[in-house]
């Protein structure tokens, strides 16, 4: 404290930030004072507190107003009494020189300062000076100590606040709301994955302090998974102590970490390989969950679009598959074109020439799509050959001369056009467009 002399009517003035004092003489002393038997309380939530002042004026003992009250919850000094935040919840007893403030079911908004006040026909004392601080605390479980590399898991827990709350207090433990009949701060247990621990003491224990356990992992993806989006999976445990998070990518061998600590993970933007299976890992000093599998199936409109015939030479009569090859999710929709016309369109991606014609031939391509998108195939020549046999004979002339004759089935003497035939004299190609008549044949042989 900091004290001040002034030289005043021939008295001293003693100063102080709780009292002026006035001395006239030896052992005459008269002062204004408000003093506390506290100058901070901690207490626990839903509990009472009790507040203590002693109180004088050296000017009269005719006190006209007496009150609590605690600044900065109104410009100006207010009773307790007469604030709604406090009714029915505010007791005083004032016996001069003495003044008592008692509070009951805390509540953490309840932290404040209190002081008291009060008035006299000449004088207004107390507003000004410091008064009892109050922290309102709720009672929380602390994990000191645990042992990981057991079922079930170790640990040595303590009942504690953020303050020392005033008096001696008794405690109580609880295993799944059931009372364990243990009274100490500290508490050694074997935790099985299912046990929820929490503490109070003896003369609140309806006031508990939450409960620790071991981590609980459920895992939520967010909706509309489509290729371009933003995309996070969010997991969430209620673990206490709070839990730290990996998110895991199953592979065919292994489980790939991808994220750690938070507990959510962001796809930005996501892409149709990041599609499959993810799960979540949670781990606080109690051991560490893991959450079930979480199937993620990113949809995208189709990339590519392929056609292909299902074997190289076609010959009229074969059957013969046309497929149009795609990716896209969910699965596109096929629409087939022959040279520029629609023929046919479903889901399937093949269609079927039972029995393959020459008027079959032409250029073929497929449209695929979903409700992301469309696209169009690359182009395929579809072509029938028509096979054109030759019988070959030999006629041995009475000159002894021999003709090759050759005969065939479609015309003789007639301009045909062959196609997909090959035939060799002197190991020459005949050529697939090659007009020929049957003259031009009997320099062939076969």
């Excluded at 000076?129 to 309102?136: R, S």
């Excluded at 520029?340 to 393959?356: A, E, R």
């Excluded at 998108?373 to 041995?396: A, E, H, K, R, Y």
Aim: net charge neutral; glycine share 6%; aromatic share 14%.
């Amino acid at each position: 404290n900091k004290y001040k002399i002034f030289a005043w009517n021939f008295r001293d003035i003693f100063v102080d930030e709780k009292n002026v004092c006035f001395f006239s003489g030896v052992n005459n002393k008269r002062c204004n004072k408000v003093t506390y038997s506290h100058a901070r309380i901690c207490a626990l939530k839903g509990s009472s507190v009790s507040f203590y002042s002693s109180f004088n004026s050296y000017y009269s003992s005719d006190f006209v107003i007496l009150f609590w009250f605690s600044p900065g919850r109104s410009k100006e000094p207010e009773d307790l009494r007469q604030d709604p935040r406090y009714l029915g919840r505010v007791h005083v007893i004032n016996t001069i020189p003495q003044s008592t403030l008692t509070i009951k079911n805390l509540t953490e908004n309840d932290s404040a300062e209190y002081r008291f006040i009060f008035k006299t026909n000449r004088v207004t004392w107390g507003s000004d000076l410091h008064g009892t601080t109050l922290t309102v605390t709720d009672l929380q479980v602390e994990v000191t100590r645990t042992s990981t590399n057991q079922d079930p898991q170790y640990a040595e827990l303590k009942c504690h606040s953020r303050c020392t709350p005033t008096g001696y207090y008794y405690y109580k433990w609880f295993r799944n709301g059931q009372d364990i009949g243990h009274s100490k701060s500290t508490y050694k247990v074997l935790i099985n994955t299912t046990d929820r621990i929490s503490c109070s003491v003896l003369s609140f224990k309806e006031h508990k302090a939450p409960e620790v356990f071991l981590t609980s992992v459920s895992a939520d993806p967010s909706d509309g998974i489509v290729e371009g989006n933003r995309v996070f999976l969010k997991c969430s445990s209620d673990a206490n102590p709070p839990a730290n998070y990996t998110w895991y990518k199953k592979t065919k061998m292994s489980a790939h970490p991808l994220h750690r600590k938070d507990s959510e993970f962001y796809l930005n933007p996501i892409q149709a390989s990041d599609s499959g299976e993810y799960f979540c890992v949670a781990k606080n000093q109690l051991g560490e969950s893991r959450s079930g599998n979480l199937n993620i199936d990113v949809k995208y409109a189709p990339k590519r679009a392929d056609v292909s015939l299902s074997h190289a030479e076609i010959v009229e009569g074969d059957s013969v598959n046309l497929t149009c090859s795609s990716d896209g999710n969910p699965a596109p929709f096929n629409r087939w074109y022959k040279d520029n016309q629609m023929m046919l369109q479903g889901q399937g991606g093949v269609y079927q020439f039972t029995f393959v014609k020459s008027e079959d031939s032409g250029t073929y391509c497929c449209e695929v799509g979903n409700i992301y998108g469309w696209i169009n195939s690359s182009t395929c020549d579809f072509v029938v050959v028509i096979l054109v046999f030759i019988i070959c004979f030999n006629i041995n002339l009475p000159s002894g001369l021999e003709m090759e004759i050759l005969a065939i089935m479609l015309c003789i003497y007639m301009s045909v056009f062959i196609l997909c035939i090959v035939p060799f004299k002197n190991k020459l190609e005949l050529k697939l467009t090659e007009s020929i008549t049957c003259d031009y044949l009997s320099h062939y042989f076969c």
